[in-house]
């Protein structure tokens, strides 16, 4: 298994311009996630997802959106990039959803972007 | 919900053992204690999860006192490939998924 892939690795965006950072999970796993992580800080949550078609905010979405069309894709995209959005995004998904026993996140390899 | 408090930092040497404490004193009756691991430039890796009392795997383990308000991420022997970034998250649902600034650790010949 790949477990959890995103692309790009790095982007660099002007202001205004607009993107989609891919995550694709082959663990059939139903629950995936964004998070943004600023330099020196830890991982916020952007989005989650509990299943295809289900999708809801988590504690910093201002400035995104997601879509889940399939189990295994959970694209996030930015519209009218700023600054403040220059951080690593990574993606992750867990089998049981959190506060489950044996709940544990599978997180891809991030991908850097920044906004100038 | 449980706010985590854990050190910065934290500097050991090769072979010794580590011991990073993490408190989370509104820790709820439901709560699971998690540790993450993330080393620069990945994303952070699942350590060991436990409820109560002990808890261990092949690379760590986890005691959590009777109370629950504090736990201990042990971890025997280490090696300079354990110098990174460790979490502590007490996870009861998707608000709690924020991981803070975790722990540090530099780990030395």
């Known amino acids: 298994n790949a477990g959890v892939t995103q692309t790009p690795k790095f982007r660099i965006l002007k202001i205004g311009q607009s993107m989609t950072l891919q995550c694709t999970q082959d663990?059939?796993?139903?629950?995936m996630y964004w998070y943004r992580q600023d330099p020196g800080m830890g991982l916020k949550l952007i989005y989650y997802?509990?299943?295809?078609?289900?999708?809801d905010k988590g504690e910093v979405p201002n400035g995104y959106n997601v879509s889940r069309s399939t189990t295994e894709d959970f694209p996030l995209r930015l519209e009218l990039a700023a600054p403040s959005q220059t951080s690593v995004y990574f993606c992750?998904?867990?089998?049981?959803?959190?506060?489950?026993?044996?709940?544990?996140?599978?997180f891809g390899p991030g991908t850097r972007l920044t906004v100038t | 919900l449980a706010k985590t408090t854990q050190p910065i930092s934290m500097d050991s040497y090769e072979g010794q053992e580590v011991n990073i404490t993490c408190s989370h004193n509104?820790?709820?009756?439901?709560?699971?204690i998690t540790w993450y691991q993330q080393f620069p430039s990945q994303g952070p890796r699942f350590i060991i999860q436990?409820?109560?009392t002990k808890v261990t795997n092949e690379v760590a383990s986890l005691f959590i006192p009777a109370d629950r308000k504090s736990s201990t991420l042990s971890l025997p022997r280490v090696s300079l490939s354990d110098t990174a970034v460790y979490y502590c998250?007490?996870?009861?649902?998707?608000?709690?998924?924020?991981f803070g600034k975790g722990t540090m650790l530099l780990v030395s010949p």
């Open positions: 992750a998904s867990s089998l049981h959803p959190p506060g489950a026993h044996d709940y544990e996140q599978y």
């Open positions: 663990m059939n796993h139903n629950y």
């Open positions: 997802s509990v299943g295809a078609g289900i999708t």
């Open positions: 509104n820790i709820a009756t439901n709560d699971y």
């Open positions: 436990g409820y109560k």
């Open positions: 998250l007490v996870v009861s649902g998707y608000s709690t998924l924020t």
